[in-house]
T-cell receptor, first 112, second 113 residues
Framework: GDSVTQMEGPVTLSEEAFLTINCTYT??????LFWYVQYPGEGLQLLLK?????DKGSNKGFEATYRKETTSFHLEKGSVQVSDSAVYFC???????????FGQGTELSVKP | EAQVTQNPRYLITVTGKKLTVTCSQN?????MSWYRQDPGLGLRQIYY???????DKGDVPEGYKVSRKEKRNFPLILESPSPNQTSLYFC???FGQGGSPLHFGNGTRLTVT
């Protein structure tokens, strides 16, 4: 079945460092891809999305490009802030029941 | 403000005592779903609904019931809760499937003793 694999955390960075969180997927058909962020004690918030190959999603300085050839959707940010500390989830969604399939999540901790 | 509202945020109950977690969305979304989040197991879908009176099982439906009598509401019912249902629950909704992002509520932390 469809699945999403994320790099394991926790990831600890200093403020202004470059961030990459790797995400690869296995899916039949042409899924849409998403990154969600979960701050402590809160629900999941959509960070960005891409619905077809070569699309780039971006929001709040974060970017990810839908790479069909490598089945990847890596999350990047050029300069992280302490306020970016959270758990990040990569996910895919297709039209078979509309289920959002999540990776295991990557905890990011940014130190001043 | 567009949102998915779950209640209660926290709930402690005892084994076997029926409970309902409510979920309401104000975005006129057709699709609604329930997930549970557990350490080491991630987020797993419990039930989903593609429209009013249309519901279907997700990956972990055992011990849960849902109903979709109105478009905006999608309650999660635990007829006889057990300790293995202690978890963090999220309701979510979207316009459709595929490229439509799911909008999540803030979660309900349930403890069954």
């Amino acid at each position: 079945g469809d699945s999403v694999t994320q790099m394991e955390g926790p990831v600890t960075l200093s403020e202004e460092a470059f961030l990459t969180i790797n995400c690869t997927y296995t899916a039949t058909g042409y899924p849409s891809l998403f990154w969600y962020v979960q701050y402590p004690g809160e629900g999941l918030q959509l960070l960005l999305k891409a619905t077809k190959a070569d699309d780039k999603g971006s929001n709040k300085g974060f970017e990810a490009t839908y790479r069909k050839e490598t089945t990847s959707f890596h999350l990047e940010k050029g300069s992280v802030q302490v306020s970016d500390s959270a758990v990040y989830f990569c996910a895919l969604r297709n039209n078979q029941g509309g289920k959002l399939i999540f990776g295991q999540g990557t905890e990011l901790s940014v130190k001043p | 403000e567009a949102q998915v509202t779950q209640n209660p945020r926290y709930l402690i109950t005892v084994t076997g005592k029926k409970l309902t977690v409510t979920c309401s969305q104000n975005m006129n979304h057709e699709y609604m779903s329930w997930y549970r989040q557990d350490p080491g197991l991630g987020l797993r879908q419990i039930y989903y609904s593609m429209n009013v009176e249309v519901t279907d099982k997700g990956d972990v439906p055992e011990g849960y019931k849902v109903s979709r009598k109105e478009k905006r509401n999608f309650p999660l019912i635990l007829e006889s809760p057990s300790p293995n249902q202690t978890s963090l629950y999220f309701c979510a909704s979207s316009f459709g499937q595929g490229g439509s992002p799911l909008h999540f509520g803030n979660g309900t932390r349930l403890t069954v003793t």
